[in-house]
């Protein structure tokens, strides 16, 4: 307990410094758009909160409160897709599958949390849309509610799954993750501003730079082989694969979903601008991280 108290208080004291040095630079370049980063910032005090509740107290807690944020980020979701009468069913039974995954995680079936959703749930959610609702849009209905589940229940429940695959280590892996995870996208993010040229994708997200990516990558990697010993029981190799695989992933994941807000909000930019600031915006990263890295620790380690 005394190991985990500090890491937090260490934590929470390299989140106060770069709180204020965001603050500072923001009222000294206000002709940069810093906003993303703020954003970023928050995400990271919500999470230190959860997972701190976690590890002093009970894994309960952040089972609970990921279960919320899987909620609130499908939700948002949902309110992108132009909707029919005929979808509100559909999506009800979205809605309905987030506790039942995360009983799997509580009772720790991993054979059921694994498929529950990729095959039970896409299996049989087309059958409400079926049923005396006609063929009319259904296949970019059942198509956009199963992408839905997938990234923002499925994938981001993986990081509530830690802590009860592995007691010992959870929280510190979690901690590992979120950190190298949102570490990740500042970085691509501010050198994207300063010397970012070419844009991977300009009609979806101007943020995202080949020079973005590399930076990101090199010190993603550099910070997972410093912190690893110390949040981490992985060996110095894995320390470093880690953290290239999770730069990796979390680009990924910032790619897709720019893309796929771009492709749902078309014709609806102020909606988009709103979103820019939603809860997709601060976990679309770990999306892809989460069962990127858990799934690696899994195959490769026992304590899993």
């Known amino acids: 307990m005394s190991s985990s108290l500090f890491t937090l208080v260490l934590i929470f004291t390299g989140l106060l410094i770069i709180q204020f040095i965001y603050l500072a630079i923001s009222k000294i370049q206000p002709d940069k758009d810093y906003a993303a980063i703020g954003v970023r910032i928050k995400t990271w005090w919500g999470m230190l909160f959860i997972f701190g509740l976690a590890t002093l107290f009970n894994p309960v807690v952040s089972l609970l409160s990921l279960m919320a944020l899987t909620f609130f980020a499908l939700k948002e979701y949902f309110s992108m897709i132009k909707t029919r009468k005929a979808d509100r069913r559909l999506f009800l039974w979205a809605y309905l599958a987030i506790p039942v995954q995360f009983y799997w995680i509580y009772t720790e079936w991993y054979g059921m949390f694994i498929v529950?959703?990729?095959?039970?749930?896409?299996?049989?959610?087309?059958?409400?849309?079926?049923?005396?609702?006609?063929?009319?849009?259904?296949?970019?209905?059942?198509?956009?509610?199963?992408?839905?589940?997938?990234l923002m229940v499925f994938g981001l429940s993986h990081l509530?799954?830690?802590?009860?695959?592995?007691?010992?280590?959870?929280?510190?892996?979690?901690?590992?993750?979120?950190?190298?995870?949102?570490?990740?996208?500042?970085?691509?993010?501010?050198?994207?501003?300063?010397?970012?040229?070419?844009?991977?994708?300009?009609?979806?997200?101007?943020?995202?730079?080949?020079?973005?990516?590399?930076c990101a990558f090199v010190v993603t990697t550099g910070v997972s082989y410093l912190i690893y010993p110390y949040?981490?029981?992985?060996?110095?190799?894995?320390g470093v694969v880690?953290?290239?695989?999770?730069?990796?992933?979390?680009?990924?994941?910032?790619?897709?979903?720019?893309?796929?807000k771009r492709d749902l909000l078309i014709g609806d930019d102020d909606k988009f601008e709103t979103l820019?600031?939603?809860?997709?915006?601060?976990?679309?990263?770990?999306?892809?991280?989460?069962?990127?890295?858990f799934h690696m620790i899994r195959y490769f380690f026992d304590f899993m």
Request: cysteine-free; charged content about 10%; overall charge positive.
């Open 276 to 293: 820019k600031k939603s809860y997709l915006s601060r976990v679309d990263s770990l999306a892809y991280t989460s069962p990127v890295f």
């Open 242 to 260: 880690s953290g290239m695989l999770i730069s990796l992933s979390g680009y990924f994941g910032s790619l897709t979903v720019s893309v796929l």
């Open 160 to 214: 509530a799954y830690f802590q009860f695959a592995t007691p010992a280590y959870g929280a510190g892996l979690v901690l590992f993750l979120v950190v190298l995870t949102q570490l990740n996208d500042v970085i691509h993010h501010v050198a994207s501003i300063y010397f970012g040229k070419h844009k991977v994708v300009p009609t979806a997200n101007p943020f995202l730079t080949w020079e973005g990516f590399v």
């Open 231 to 238: 949040l981490t029981p992985l060996t110095p190799a894995f």
């Open 116 to 150: 529950f959703i990729p095959l039970y749930v896409f299996l049989f959610l087309p059958i409400p849309r079926l049923i005396n609702k006609g063929t009319v849009g259904f296949l970019r209905s059942v198509s956009s509610t199963q992408w839905g589940l997938m």
